[in-house]
Each structure stands twice: as structure tokens, then as C-alpha cells.
């Protein structure tokens, strides 16, 4: 089946710096989601793209749907971007958008 | 506008008791999906409806979840009898997709333990 695998699996910063977190699809996705999920369990839309780049504050995404991967780019980390950062995306043939999961990054921000 | 809503947030509950999750989609979305979170097999499709007829089934664990979408703006998830493996976040999402544009908005979950 299809795979999804995320990048790096854990991550650790100090208030202030940067990250990119990776996301690879084994097969073709006609979409892509960004999600956050907050230590309260809620999961965020961060980014529906599924090409090019996106913007939003102090996140942006791209992704490069022919090479089958997807960036997720976090500027300037806060506390609150503590959480686990999960890449999803439906299978090309697929009807109505089953999302595939990645398992996640989980980023903890120290101040 | 209301987001995806579900209910209850937390259940807790002793194997063999009957369990009902419960999901409101966010008006006017087509499609409804409920997904399964636990530590060892990460977020899982269960069950997605498309115009209240279910579409896909085939990652229902077993015959002891069913799922039924009687109106377009409510939907459950029951299992009967609930096992202790059962225990998991369980979440719904919904979307409108169209014209290329397919986004999906979870709700809050459902934080299921079985004792």
C-alpha cells in the first residue's frame, strides 16, 4: 500500500530557531495536508497544498507533487509549536480523499 | 461557523459495555470520515459516507463497530461489546470537495478508555 514517511521523527529546538520537517509519499497524492496536533490532542489544519508554496506567519509549506514530497518549513519556533506535525494525503485514484497518515514529527520547543 | 463536533470527549467504560461516538459534520459537507488514533498504528481510516451512504468500510476493525449516517448532519460510530484494545482517540472529519479542492477539518475527539 501506499507509504508515508515523515522526517525527522523527533525534534528538539531551542526558542528561536528554525526547522524543516519532510514528508514522502511512495506513490502519486493529488493532495496534501499539514497538520498540528497540540499536546491538548486537537489536530490543526496547517497547509492544504498540493503543490507549490504556501505562507502563513511563521510556517510555510511546499510541495513538489512529481518528486512526491512535501516541506514544512517552522521559522523563529515559539513554545507553542510544541506538538506532533503530521503530513496526510489522498491516493490519486481515490474518491472523496481518504487521508494516508504519515506518523508524525514530534517537535518540542524549549525556551 | 461551528466546526466538526463530537461527543462525548472523554468515555470511559468496562469491557462488554455498548459504546456510541457521535459526530456532527460542518454544514453543507458531502463527506464524512471517522478515523482512529493510537500509539502503535498512528491515524487510521475506519469508515468514510458521501451523502450519507457509507462509501468505504474496509478499515473497520471488526463486526463489532458499525457506523450509520442518518441525516446529513449526524453520524455514530458504536461498538458493541467494547474490548480494552479498543481504547483510542477516536476523531471525525468532513469536507466539500470540489472544482480540485478537497480539505478536510477534523473535530476535537473522542478519547475512548476501555477498562
Known amino acids: 500500500g501506499i507509504q508515508v514517511e515523515q522526517s525527522p521523527p523527533d525534534l528538539i529546538l531551542q526558542e528561536g530557531a528554525n526547522s524543516t520537517l519532510r514528508c514522502n509519499f511512495s506513490d502519486s497524492v493529488n493532495n496534501l495536508q499539514w497538520f498540528h496536533q497540540n499536546p491538548w490532542g486537537q489536530l490543526i489544519n496547517l497547509f492544504y497544498?498540493?503543490?507549490g508554496t504556501k505562507q502563513n506567519g511563521r510556517l510555510s509549506a511546499t510541495t513538489v507533487a512529481t518528486e512526491r514530497y512535501s516541506l514544512l518549513y517552522i521559522s523563529s519556533s515559539q513554545t507553542t509549536d510544541s506538538g506532533v506535525y503530521f503530513c496526510?494525503?489522498?491516493?490519486?485514484?481515490?474518491?472523496?480523499?481518504?487521508?494516508?497518515f504519515g506518523q508524525g514529527t514530534e517537535l518540542s520547543v524549549k525556551p | 461557523d461551528a466546526g466538526v463536533i463530537q461527543s462525548p470527549r472523554h468515555e470511559v467504560t468496562e469491557m462488554g459495555q455498548e459504546v456510541t461516538l457521535r459526530c456532527k459534520p460542518i454544514?453543507?459537507?458531502?463527506?464524512l470520515f471517522w478515523y482512529r488514533q493510537t500509539m502503535m498504528r498512528g491515524l487510521e481510516l475506519l469508515i468514510y459516507?458521501?451523502?450519507?451512504?457509507?462509501?468505504?468500510d474496509s478499515g473497520m476493525p471488526e463486526d463489532r463497530f458499525s457506523a450509520k449516517m442518518p441525516n446529513a448532519s449526524f453520524s455514530t460510530l458504536k461498538i458493541q461489546p467494547s474490548e480494552p484494545r479498543d481504547s483510542a482517540v477516536y476523531f471525525c472529519?468532513?469536507?466539500?470537495?470540489?472544482?480540485?479542492?478537497?480539505?478536510?477539518?477534523f473535530g476535537p475527539g473522542t478519547r475512548l478508555t476501555v477498562l
Open positions: 496526510a494525503g489522498p491516493l490519486t485514484y481515490n474518491q472523496g480523499g481518504k487521508l494516508i
Open positions: 497544498i498540493p503543490s
Open positions: 459516507f458521501n451523502n450519507n451512504v457509507p462509501i468505504d
Open positions: 454544514s453543507g459537507h458531502d463527506y
Open positions: 472529519a468532513s469536507s466539500l470537495p470540489s472544482l480540485g479542492y478537497n480539505e478536510q477539518f
